[in-house]
């Protein structure tokens, strides 16, 4: 299985500031034949279902500010939060799908 | 648009088996580059991968929960079902039902509300 580690587990960000949230996987999430990296980061606010952000590791899913963005490749990744704002506070997850599904154990952002 | 709406029994006693409904409306379950996928989160820690259905009818389970985890289509009632056997304390979790497109994102996109299941004598 490939196993997913997010850092840090929590972060206090003043709000308008940036937020960064890093996922690491077991093994590459890259396939060469499309180049695409297996990845996807959401957003779980309680009482809600989880929220798709970001898939491909980078593409926004549509609707998304444009706040948020994801970069990285192959193990490392990030989810970057530029100029924080009161309903981002939220637990957000990196999933990888390169091979069957695992869910990092999910990043809590609250504000500073 | 696509909805996703899940349902079932809200406590479950140990060792008997827990069957959950998710009810697809504005699509059908057995049509498209779908699968759709059944996640769980227990209560205070973070999301778990169940499995997924495709909409061929194929399917494939979280090593951790395959001897005891069904997934499957009802085409008639355009339904994707769960089925958990020999259920423990561990089990009790929100449950979600969710909508892979994979000729797309390929990503989690579409998610019901999610029903909570408690296991409990």
């Known amino acids: 299985d490939i196993v997913m580690t997010q850092s840090p587990d929590s972060l206090a960000v003043s709000l308008g500031e940036r937020a960064t949230i890093n996922c690491k996987s077991s093994?590459?999430?890259?396939?060469?034949?499309?180049?695409?990296?297996?990845l996807a980061w959401y957003q779980h606010k309680p009482g809600q279902p989880p929220k798709l952000l970001i898939y491909?590791?980078?593409t926004r899913e549509s609707g998304v500010p444009d706040r948020f963005s994801g970069g990285g490749s192959a193990t490392d990744f990030t989810l970057t939060i530029s100029s924080l704002q009161a309903e981002d506070v939220a637990v957000y997850y990196c999933?990888?799908?390169?091979?069957?599904?695992?869910f990092g154990q999910g990043t809590t952002v609250e504000i500073k | 648009q696509v909805q996703l709406q899940e349902s079932g029994p809200g406590l479950v006693k140990p060792s008997q088996t827990l069957s959950l409904t998710c009810t697809v409306s504005?699509?059908?379950?057995?049509?498209?580059?779908?699968?759709w996928g059944w996640i769980r989160q227990p209560a205070g820690k973070g999301l778990e991968w169940v499995g997924r259905?495709?909409?061929?009818?194929?399917?494939n389970y979280n090593p951790s929960l395959k001897s005891r985890v069904t997934i499957s289509l009802d085409t008639s009632n355009n339904q994707v079902s769960l089925r958990m056997t020999s259920v423990t304390a561990a089990d009790t979790a929100v449950y979600y039902c969710?909508?892979?497109?994979?000729?797309?994102?390929?990503?989690?996109?579409?998610w019901g509300q999610g029903t909570m299941v408690t296991i409990s004598s």
């Open positions: 491909w590791a980078s």
């Open positions: 999933q990888q799908y390169y091979s069957s599904v695992t």
């Open positions: 093994q590459s999430l890259l396939y060469n034949s499309n180049n695409k990296n297996y």
């Open positions: 259905v495709y909409t061929s009818g194929i399917h």
């Open positions: 969710a909508r892979v497109d994979y000729s797309n994102s390929n990503a989690l996109d579409i």
């Open positions: 504005g699509g059908s379950v057995s049509s498209g580059t779908y699968y």
